[in-house]
């Protein structure tokens, strides 16, 4: 494993699931990666971050990979998006979109700070895995 060989770090995707029909996503691996990693030391770990990299779209993305134990997350599609269709505008109305997210979501989850977030308040997928 990454931790045991001395990274410091990993990052999670799996590029959209294009190229598996009805693979997990990285939210449903995260919960397994953690666990594992629990077994291996305390978490979340100073020498070693997990960073998820895949499926990010909304703040409710982001809130769950953290309540799952991510160390952070990446969320680039969007903004690229709103840059290239809008440019700067469009790049300003899309953090502003994500931050009226981000506080409704936390408002709905009862978390006052990112440091409240537990992986009992969010669900990695509507079918359990086998």
């Given at each position: 494993?990454a931790l ?62 953290l309540a ?63």
């Amino acid at each position: 494993m990454a931790l045991e060989a001395g990274c410091q770090g990993v990052v999670l995707s799996n590029h959209g699931d294009r190229q598996l029909d009805r693979a997990w996503s990285v939210l449903e691996n995260l919960t397994d990666i953690v666990a594992a990693l629990k077994t291996r030391g305390p978490w979340p770990n100073p020498n070693f971050s997990v960073f998820v990299d895949d499926g990010v779209r909304r703040a409710s993305d982001v809130l769950k990979a953290l309540a799952f134990g991510a160390s952070a997350v990446s969320i680039g599609r969007g903004f690229l998006c709103s840059f290239s269709a809008y440019g700067q505008e469009g790049f300003r109305k899309a953090i502003q979109i994500l931050r009226g997210e981000f506080e409704m979501n936390m408002r709905l989850l009862g978390a006052r700070n990112l440091g409240e977030l537990v992986a009992e308040m969010v669900e990695a997928s509507p079918e359990p895995k086998p």
